[in-house]
C-alpha cells in the first residue's frame, strides 16, 4: 500500500485523517467487505491497511490550514519560479513526456486499479503524451515570446504568468487532468491540485512521482507544486475566498461551475472552466459507413463517462437505416468486465437514475430504443440490480423536435446514444438545418463529421463554430498532435470558453518595448507616415 500525505512545499504533511483506495477488481469481486474495509479503515477502527491486497494507496486529507499552508508555498514559489527562463520551465514538460514514456505500462496499472478499463487508461495516457508532444508544445511556447524590432527598438509581446493556479481535476479522470496543471507550470505559475477523495491515488502517484522530481531536478522552489486532498466544497470556496488565488482552474458539471466561474470573476480571479460536453456527430449520406460506425461506438468508452465522446447523431436520411445496422453490430461486441481485460470498454454507473428517467422520456416522446436499456451484471447478464448498463442505441426520427428530448439537449454522462434521422429534403436546405443544429448546442467541446465530399467538409469546416474541436472523418475522441486536447465555450467552458492550451490560458500578454537612442518628444508625436518612411518593424529571432 502506497501512502501519500499532502505535499506542501516540497515536503509531506501527514494528516490523522485518510482516505483508503480500493483497488476497482477487487470492489467488482466483493463489494460489502471491501466497502466496509474502507469505512472502518478510515474510521480509524482499524489500522491494518496494508495487510489487504484490496487496498492499493491511502491519501492524507487536508484541512484548512492545511490548504492555507498550500496556498502561501504557492504564493511565495511563483514569483520567483516566473523568472526562471522560459526554456527550463518548458523542459518541464519535455521531461514529462519522456517520464509517461517510460513508465507507461506503470501510469497505466496505476488507472486500472482506480477501475478505468485498461484500454481506456492507455487511451488517457495517450492524451498525456499528445499534450506535452515536442509539436504541442512547440506551438505554445512560440506563443510565449514573439520579438520584433527596428533601428531604434526591440519590441516583445510576451505571456506572463498570472501567479497562483488552482486546479480541481473531475472525478472521473482526475490523474490525467491533474497533469494539465504542468502546462500551468510551464506558464510560470505555481500550482495548487486538489485530489478527490473518491479517487486521489492516480493524481498522487502521478505529479508526486513523476512531476515533483522533475521539478526538483531544475531546481523549482519549494512551493511550486502542492497536492491536497478534502472537502471539495470546503477547499472551493476557501479557494474563491483567498487573495492569494489567481486562477481557478475547474472541472466538473455546468450547474456548479458556471455559477462558480461567476463567482470567481466577481472576486477578481480569472476562471478557467472545462465542464460538460454534449457532443455531436453528422454523418452525411456520402460518409463510409463502417468508419463512421466505427467511430460512433466511442460513445460507449467508459460507458459514456467520459465528457468528449459522441453524446447525439445527426443521419442523413439516405443511410440511416444502414448506418443503424452497423452501428448496432458494432456495439453487440461491447460488453463490461474487470478493468484489467484488454477487450473490456465498459465501467459500473453507479447514478443510474437519470439514465432511465431520459430514456423514459425519450420513448415517450416517439423515440425507439434499437438496442439496450437494461442494467447488467459483470457477465453481461441483464439484472435488476446490476453495476453496468447496456450500450443504448435510441432512433429519434426528426431534426425539429429533436432537443425537446433531455437525451439529445443535455449531457448524457451513462451509454445512451440517440440517433437523430431528420425528414427526406434537398440537400442544400438539409446541410443548412444541420449545421444550424450543431451551432445551436448550448454545449460546445467538440464536434465531428462524416462525409467524403470536399464541398461538403468545406461548409462545415467554415460555418461550424460551436465546440473548441470540429474533426472530419477521424475519431471523435482520438487525439491530434499541434489540436488541444479540451475547450470549448458555451456550457463547457463558459463565455470566455475556447480551445484550451492551459500554458496560454493561465497566462496573459504582455508588449514591451526596448528603445535605444530614442528622443521622446519625436518619438511621441512622429507622424504614422513618417514611422512607414523609416522603415516598418521586421520579426528577429526570439
Known amino acids: ?29 466483493d463489494v460489502l467487505p471491501h466497502l466496509t474495509l474502507k ?8 489500522d491494518d491497511g496494508a495487510d489487504h491486497p484490496g487496498i492499493v494507496a491511502r491519501c492524507a486529507v487536508a484541512d484548512a490550514d492545511v490548504v492555507q499552508q498550500a496556498l502561501r508555498a504557492a504564493a511565495d514559489a511563483a514569483p520567483v519560479w516566473g523568472a526562471f527562463p522560459l526554456a527550463v520551465r518548458v523542459s518541464v514538460m519535455h521531461r514529462l513526456h519522456e517520464a509517461v514514456r517510460r513508465q507507461h505500462d506503470t501510469l497505466v496499472s496505476v488507472l486500472v486499479d482506480e ?3 485498461r484500454t481506456l487508461a492507455e487511451w488517457e495516457i495517450a492524451g498525456v503524451l499528445h499534450g506535452t508532444s515536442p509539436e504541442t508544445v512547440g506551438w505554445c511556447e512560440e506563443q510565449m515570446h514573439r520579438e520584433y524590432g527596428d533601428e531604434r527598438r526591440r519590441m516583445l509581446l510576451v505571456r506572463k504568468p498570472d501567479g497562483v493556479v488552482a486546479l480541481s481535476p473531475p472525478q472521473n479522470a482526475a490523474a490525467v487532468n491533474s497533469l494539465l496543471g504542468v502546462a500551468a507550470l510551464a506558464a510560470g505559475n505555481a500550482l495548487v491540485i486538489k485530489a478527490p477523495r473518491s479517487t486521489p491515488y492516480g493524481v498522487m502517484y502521478m505529479l508526486r512521482e513523476l512531476v515533483a522530481p522533475i521539478l526538483d531536478e531544475v531546481g523549482a522552489p519549494p512551493g511550486t507544486l502542492n497536492i491536497v486532498c478534502g472537502h471539495p466544497r470546503n477547499i472551493l470556496q476557501q479557494w474563491l475566498e483567498s487573495p492569494l488565488v489567481d486562477d481557478l482552474f475547474i472541472f466538473g458539471s455546468s450547474e456548479v461551475g458556471i455559477p462558480l466561474g461567476e463567482e470567481a470573476v466577481r472576486r477578481g480571479k480569472k476562471p478557467i472552466l472545462e465542464l460538460a460536453g454534449n457532443d455531436g456527430c453528422v454523418v452525411w449520406h456520402d460518409a463510409d459507413l463502417d468508419r463512421a460506425a466505427e467511430a460512433l461506438t466511442e460513445c460507449f468508452f467508459g460507458s459514456g463517462q467520459i465528457c468528449m465522446v459522441p453524446n447525439y447523431v445527426i443521419a442523413h436520411p439516405d443511410i440511416a437505416d444502414q448506418l443503424l445496422e452497423r452501428l448496432i453490430r458494432l456495439v453487440g461486441k461491447i460488453r463490461p468486465g474487470y478493468p484489467e481485460d484488454p477487450d ?31 442494467r447488467m451484471e459483470i457477465d453481461g447478464q441483464v439484472s435488476e440490480t446490476g453495476l453496468f448498463l447496456e450500450p443504448t442505441v435510441l432512433r429519434v426520427d426528426g431534426l425539429a423536435g429533436a432537443r425537446d428530448l433531455w437525451a439529445v439537449a443535455r449531457e448524457t454522462f451513462f451509454p445512451l446514444l440517440p440517433v ?9 436546405p ?4 444541420v449545421i444550424a443544429f450543431l451551432n445551436a448546442n448550448a454545449y460546445g467541446l467538440r464536434n465531428s463529421v462524416w462525409t467524403s465530399g470536399p464541398d461538403t467538409i468545406e461548409q462545415f469546416v467554415s460555418r461550424v463554430h460551436n465546440g473548441g474541436l470540429l474533426k472530419i472523418n477521424d475519431s471523435h475522441i482520438g487525439f491530434v498532435s499541434y489540436l488541444a486536447t479540451h475547450g470549448g465555450g458555451g456550457l463547457t467552458g463558459g463565455p470566455f470558453g475556447e480551445s484550451n492550451y492551459p500554458m496560454l490560458r493561465t497566462s496573459h500578454l504582455q508588449g514591451i518595448s526596448i528603445g535605444q537612442g530614442v528622443h521622446p518628444r519625436h518619438a511621441a508625436l512622429a507622424s504614422a507616415w513618417r514611422t512607414e518612411r523609416d522603415g516598418a518593424a521586421v520579426e528577429v529571432a526570439a
Open 39 to 46: 469505512r472502518q479503515l478510515e474510521q480509524g477502527r482499524r
Open 1 to 29: 500500500m502506497r501512502s501519500y500525505g499532502s505535499y506542501v512545499a516540497g515536503r509531506d504533511v501527514p494528516s490523522d485523517k485518510w482516505v483508503y483506495c480500493v483497488r476497482a477488481s477487487a470492489m467488482l469481486d
Open 420 to 428: 437523430v434521422v431528420p425528414a427526406a429534403a434537398p440537400d442544400a
Open 344 to 374: 473490456v470498454l465498459l465501467s459500473p454507473v453507479l447514478k443510474t437514475d437519470t439514465f432511465f428517467q431520459y430514456l423514459s422520456q425519450a420513448v415517450e416522446s416517439g423515440g425507439r430504443v434499437l438496442t439496450g436499456g437494461h
Open 115 to 117: 477501475g478505468h478499463p
Open 430 to 433: 438539409l446541410l443548412d438545418e
